[in-house]
């Protein structure tokens, strides 16, 4: 079962409330913003300034849900640079894939886009340069303030990621918390007495994973062992080089989680080349629980994340939100599925 979190509120101010402060009718509001010459421009001016003073911004996006017209929805994956590796991971391709099929199924379009988050957070307009009605962003990178800006200034937003300290944004995503806990906790259950992490713990849901698996190794008093924790580079073959670098640093390690299922296949082609046996020696579970994961050799025991169930709270939730209703963050179920590398 989903586990609300509290929500994201739209504007206090309502269009009542404006059109009762500047003495007119709604209607001539709505035109008023609209900058319609059916108002005379001193009352245009009045009601603009009044709308600019209270940071007010007129709902089209509303209007056009209403009225069941066919909205754009952009989609966007923050930060090219630093996070490049999501376009390629499996995980965000079938993401994307259910994204785009609930939109479709609503007879709204997507808008795949390189939009700058932060073009869009310094008030560059972004929404209306590439014509979309809103915005879902697939992962939050190092774009979390900006995200907060963007909600402040009232744009239709929902974000794939964590739930995160003074978070004024709407997200959908697994309890990453959770999924690191329950992959160490397999682990130890397996036997594994030394337990080695890859992945990248400088976003914020591989943090929370990381430190999932900190906290019950912690329970367990086993000492953390910098050696045995492998973070991501910026090479292009990452995840295998950071298997290769855990293999070459010397210290013995009988259990391996990767915090995706992307490493986790990288980490295992490396392990086999090097004749370390998973799971005989090696016991290796990964995250998101990818379609690939079941038939890999060995099929690989993960973390579960329901893209298609996220896909569709993504756009469900960013439909509502443009249509002026009060959204909550949720997380998706999160579960370990147990196969064969890990089973010995």
């Known amino acids: 079962m989903a586990i609300a979190e509290p929500g994201v509120k739209k504007s206090a101010l309502k269009m009542t409330d404006l059109a009762r402060m500047a003495g007119v009718s709604k209607s001539t509001v709505s035109r008023a913003l609209q900058n319609s010459e059916l108002v005379n421009l001193e009352t245009r001016e009045k009601i603009q300034a009044l709308a600019k003073e209270h940071n007010y911004r007129l709902n089209t ?15 966007v994956i923050p930060s090219a ?22 939109l479709i199924e609503q007879g709204h379009e997507m808008l795949f886009s390189g939009l700058s988050l932060h073009a869009v957070a310094s008030g560059d307009d972004g929404l209306r340069r590439i014509n979309c009605d809103g915005l879902i962003v697939v992962g939050q990178a190092d ?16 974000a794939w990621g964590a739930k995160l300290p003074d978070q004024r944004y709407c997200t959908v995503g697994g309890d990453n918390r959770r999924g690191g806990e329950l992959a160490t906790q397999h682990l130890l259950a397996r036997g594994c007495k030394r337990i080695a992490i890859i992945g990248d713990w400088g976003t914020p849901e591989g943090l929370l994973r990381y430190e999932g698996y900190r906290s019950v190794l912690a329970e367990a008093n086993i000492a953390p062992e910098p050696a045995l924790e492998i973070i991501l580079d910026s090479a292009r073959d990452s995840h295998r080089q950071a298997a290769l670098r855990l293999l070459s640093s010397g210290h013995e390690f009988d259990g391996l989680f990767c ?6 296949m990288a980490a295992i082609n490396a392990l086999n080349e ?17 379609s690939l994961a079941r038939y890999y050799t060995p099929s690989i025991t993960t973390v579960y994340q329901d893209r298609e169930l996220g896909g569709r709270w993504l756009v469900e939730k960013l439909l509502k939100m443009i249509d002026g209703d009060l959204v909550e963050s949720a997380y998706l179920p ?11």
Not at 143 to 158: F, K, Q, S, Y
Not at 334 to 344: E, Y
């Open 61 to 75: 996006q509303a209007r056009n849900f209403r009225l069941k017209e066919s909205l754009t929805i952009g989609v």
């Open 81 to 102: 640079e630093s996070a490049s590796w999501q376009i390629t991971d499996p995980f965000f391709l079938e993401l994307l894939g259910a994204i785009s099929f609930n």
């Open 143 to 158: 774009c979390h303030e900006d995200l907060n800006r963007i909600a402040d200034g009232h744009t239709p937003m929902v």
């Open 259 to 264: 915090l995706s299922d992307a490493i986790a």
């Open 274 to 290: 090097h004749g370390v046996a998973v799971p005989g020696d090696v016991a290796v579970v990964g995250y998101d629980d990818i």
């Open 334 to 344: 999160t579960d370990i599925v147990l196969r064969n590398s890990s089973l010995r």
